[in-house]
């Protein structure tokens, strides 16, 4: 069993600048993160939550432990889930999101169009990346933000880029606010796929 001061000297790492803090403890432990298991998602109606992430998205509903709360977790994928809970009065984050990969796009354009969900206020127009992925953004009936994607070259379908509310060229957001500050920052989009793509 560890001393009291050998815990001590773990938290002494707290008041380190947090680059050196975080080095230290991944490095002590030697853990490295596998994937993301699960995001949470808060909302204000649960069953309308639930037709949506299941109607609109198509996500399959998990069999789930008994909680004492209203929640309903689906599969996404193979090994992750989105966990969706029903909190009223939580505060939904204007920006903040997640986002599915799709294998078709087109299908679920379609719908979100169909059903007036598509948000361009956070991120502007739905568009094609300099990659040729898809990038699309829409609100659950909560509120919170969900960002639809696909892998580069999935087919679109050229009239989609006639829709006021989709980027006519391939492009990425650009916020206006000239800070771009990020610990590893490439100079273009193909160089920091290249980068990726090789670690």
Not at 155 to 161: E, I, K, L, R, S
Not at 179 to 187: E, F, L, M, T
Request: aromatic share 10%.
């Amino acid at each position: 069993m560890r001393s009291y001061e050998e815990a001590e000297t773990d938290f002494s790492l707290l008041s380190a600048p947090s680059s050196l803090r975080f080095s230290a403890i991944r490095t002590k432990e030697n853990m490295k993160v596998e994937q993301i298991h699960h995001a949470t998602i808060i909302v204000d109606d649960l069953e309308k939550a639930c037709d949506f992430y299941e109607g609109v998205l198509g996500l399959e509903p998990m069999n789930m432990v008994p909680l004492d709360f209203p929640a309903q977790f689906f599969k996404v994928g193979e090994r992750q889930q989105l966990h969706v809970t029903e909190w009223p009065g939580d505060a939904h984050s204007f920006r903040g999101h997640v986002c599915f990969q799709v294998d078709e796009f087109m299908p679920i354009y379609r719908k979100a169009k169909a059903m007036n969900l598509l948000d361009t206020g956070p991120w502007g127009r739905t568009r094609m990346l300099p990659d040729g992925a898809m990038q699309m953004f829409l609100r659950d009936p909560a509120g919170n933000l969900v960002e639809i994607s696909c892998k580069p070259g999935t087919p679109v379908d050229a009239d989609v880029f006639s829709d006021p509310q989709v980027a006519p060229e391939r492009e990425v957001y650009v916020s206006g606010r000239n800070d771009p500050r990020g610990r590893r920052r490439a100079k273009t989009f193909a160089e920091a796929e290249a980068v990726n793509s090789s670690e």
